[in-house]
């Protein structure tokens, strides 16, 4: 699933072209993916542009004029693209060999632009979703999701940081940085480098932590996700960044699927370990 970084990439790549953009027509035909029938969407949304675009934790959040908001979640096997005239945009899951025409068999929305461009939802599992909600009830489906703080925003300070490892003293620490109730937006990936960086294992129990370690922590959170998105993402089999491309912090990775390589600080050999459903990385003799 694209992390923080990887959908805040697509959520820039997407900013560029759809801003300003009329809807002019809506097709779906997954009930699942949508919150209302596909005939409600589409007479919301005709004639509503959009007027921005967000994200919040792995989520993106459309803005139409009129109070109106699309939210978008690419899930496993998500994928948006943008479509107009020569310009094509992808972000999302890598486009399958042979479906590099839009809109293809695993298109499940399509959205149509006054100008004649697209929008399409590909998603070849459906597990993604798109809903249609007015401003104020968003807010409310958000509020209840009680997210933690974006971890590159001035919510997420040490203290504010420190509190949450106090309340959940028997997690994990890679299940603790996973959890979106502590921060928002790491998977897999980020939650392991950020445990190489701070040099904790991460199946240490958080109980377990000194204070220059939760310092580290914290540190390695806002370093590397910023990094990465200076990076535009990394990519393994589901994502590639806006242009459709694969996101060079690929290449920056320290442990993430490195299992059996050189550690680039000891020299030791990257070692894995599977917990709580995940294979995490990491290197056994320099993180402790
Ligand atoms: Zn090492």
């Known amino acids: 699933m694209p992390e923080l970084p990887e959908v805040e990439t697509i959520k820039r790549g997407l900013a560029k072209n759809i801003v300003g953009k009329r809807i002019s027509g809506f097709a779906a035909d997954v009930p699942k993916m949508l919150n209302r029938p596909a005939a409600a969407y589409r007479k919301t949304v005709a ?3 959009i007027t921005g675009i967000g994200r919040r934790a792995k989520m993106l959040i459309v803005d139409l004029d009129g109070g109106w908001r699309l939210w978008f979640h690419l899930k496993m096997t998500g994928q948006l693209v943008f479509s107009g005239g020569k310009k094509k945009v992808v972000g ?3 486009i399958r060999e042979g479906f590099e025409q839009d809109p293809n068999r695993f298109t499940r929305a399509t959205f149509e632009f006054s100008d004649g461009s697209h929008l399409f939802f590909n998603d070849v599992r459906k ?3 798109v809903r249609l909600y007015r401003d104020r009830e968003l807010a409310g489906r958000l509020e209840a999701m009680k997210l933690g703080p974006e971890p590159l925003s001035p919510e997420f300070t040490l203290p504010f940081f420190r509190k949450s490892l106090q309340r959940r003293p028997n997690n994990k620490i890679k ?3 996973m959890d979106p109730r502590n921060v928002v937006g790491l998977g897999n990936i980020y939650s392991d480098e950020v445990c190489f960086y701070a040099r904790v294992r991460p ?6 932590l000194k204070d220059n370690e939760i310092k580290l922590l914290f540190q390695g959170i806002r370093k590397i996700l910023a990094e990465a998105i200076k990076y535009e993402g990394t990519s393994f089999s589901d994502y590639v960044n806006a242009l459709g491309e694969a996101g060079a912090y690929t290449k920056k990775l320290k442990v993430y699927q ?5 550690c680039c600080r000891c020299r030791g050999k990257v070692s894995r370990m599977k917990f709580g459903g995940r294979t995490s990385h990491f290197c056994p003799s320099c993180q402790r």
Request: hydrophobic share 30%; net charge positive; aromatic share 18%.
């Open 175 to 177: 299940a603790f940085l």
């Open 203 to 208: 199946d240490r129990r958080v109980k377990t």
């Open 92 to 94: 999302g899951h890598p």
């Open 127 to 129: 597990f993604g979703w």
């Open 47 to 49: 004639g509503k542009k």
């Open 258 to 262: 490195r299992y059996g390589l050189k």
